[in-house]
């Protein structure tokens, strides 16, 4: 007898794009549960007072001006928790709240349909929706999603409080993205057409709207079916079993280098102990200085570079980089 759909198992945004990522990282983040990092712990203080401004938008029913939206954007950062206020704080740029003040005060609160930190049917929360063919519900978290002039199109917000930049090229490649798209569309079957803009608050930046429509549907829920599946096969595997897919970009953030052998032990290292790797690093750095040194002594008193059998060289006869010429005006000689 097939189980009924309220029966299958939820897996939210973030597990599963840990699997999308990496599996081994998957299997190792559940199996080394690490402390929430200051950063994450950071973008949780603004996040919550964006949403605690959103709220207040949507109850004052649009009778709020921008400097007062502002205002209570600027009180709820100021009474994040007492260890992390002066990170929030730096976290956000000055101008960040007179920009989502103006977000804000040009929707209409009745078009606001979901928010970080809503209530019922406003909860950020979507609604989880089967991926098919895996015995799996999917749903994840959205910032702000509004309403527009048009019922087949919604704006979702998305506030980046970290200090990677963002590109709409970024945005329209993101798991993430694809993901609040597919469920937008899931949720919402008169909507055609998400269009995803991501604000840094650092910065006070926002990328170009960047449009999912349901043309994309088939690739996007493919991509997810995609990780569904690496979760199917080892959501329950020995971490030492799963499959690594190491790259130096991606291992070098990954929160479990420390513990895993495909990383590298460079990588492994740094994130075992940065401030060790540090050391280690300037100590090397000494050695290579100082053999440098030597290097340059012993030129000086050959008065000629030193070549070695296997082509390397040390010396004053580093061939100069070859330049293109600048195209300018000039006297022939022919």
């Known amino acids: 007898m097939p189980l009924e759909i309220e029966e299958f198992p939820i897996i939210g945004r973030s597990e599963l794009e840990r699997f999308a990522v990496c599996p081994r990282q998957a299997r190792l983040s559940d199996t080394y549960q690490n402390p929430v990092s200051e950063p994450a712990e950071v973008g949780q203080q603004i996040h919550d007072a964006i949403g605690y401004t959103v709220g207040t938008w949507v109850d004052s029913n649009g009778t709020l001006n921008r400097g007062e939206?502002?205002?209570e954007f600027r009180t709820h950062l100021d009474a994040t928790r007492p260890d992390l206020q002066p990170q929030a704080l730096d976290a956000v740029s000055p101008g960040f709240a007179w920009k989502l003040a103006g977000i804000l005060g040009d929707i209409h609160p009745?078009?606001?349909?979901?928010y970080d930190g809503g209530p019922g049917a406003q909860s950020g929360q979507f609604g989880a929706v089967e991926i098919p063919g895996y015995g799996l519900r999917l749903t994840a978290e959205a910032d702000l999603l509004t309403a527009t002039e048009s019922p087949e199109v919604v704006d979702l917000y998305d506030?980046?409080?970290g200090r990677q930049s963002w590109d709409f090229e970024r945005v329209a490649t993101c798991f993430q993205f694809n993901v609040y798209a597919w469920l937008t569309l899931q949720n919402y079957p008169a909507v055609n057409c998400v269009r995803v803009v991501v604000l840094d608050t650092r910065r006070n930046r926002e990328t170009y709207r960047v449009e999912f429509d349901r043309r994309r549907m088939?690739?996007?829920?493919?991509?997810?079916?995609?990780?569904?599946?690496?979760?199917?096969r080892y959501r329950d595997a020995d971490p030492a079993t799963c499959e690594a897919w190491p790259t130096l970009e991606k291992c070098r953030i990954c929160d479990v280098a420390a513990v895993c052998d495909d990383c590298g032990d460079?990588?492994?290292?740094?994130?075992a102990s940065p401030e060790a790797y540090l050391d280690r690093t300037v100590a090397i750095k000494a050695v290579l200085d100082a053999r440098e040194s030597i290097l340059r002594g012993v030129r000086e008193e050959r008065g000629e570079d030193?070549?070695?059998?296997?082509?390397?060289a040390?010396?004053?006869d580093k061939p100069r980089a070859a330049r293109k010429q600048p195209a300018g005006f000039y006297e022939s000689e022919k």
């Open 69 to 71: 939206i502002a205002e």
């Open 110 to 114: 009745a078009n606001i349909l979901r």
């Open 159 to 161: 506030w980046k409080t």
């Open 218 to 232: 088939p690739a996007m829920q493919s991509r997810i079916q995609s990780a569904a599946g690496y979760w199917q």
């Open 266 to 271: 460079q990588i492994g290292e740094a994130a």
């Open 306 to 312: 030193i070549v070695s059998p296997l082509g390397n």
């Open 314 to 316: 040390y010396g004053r």
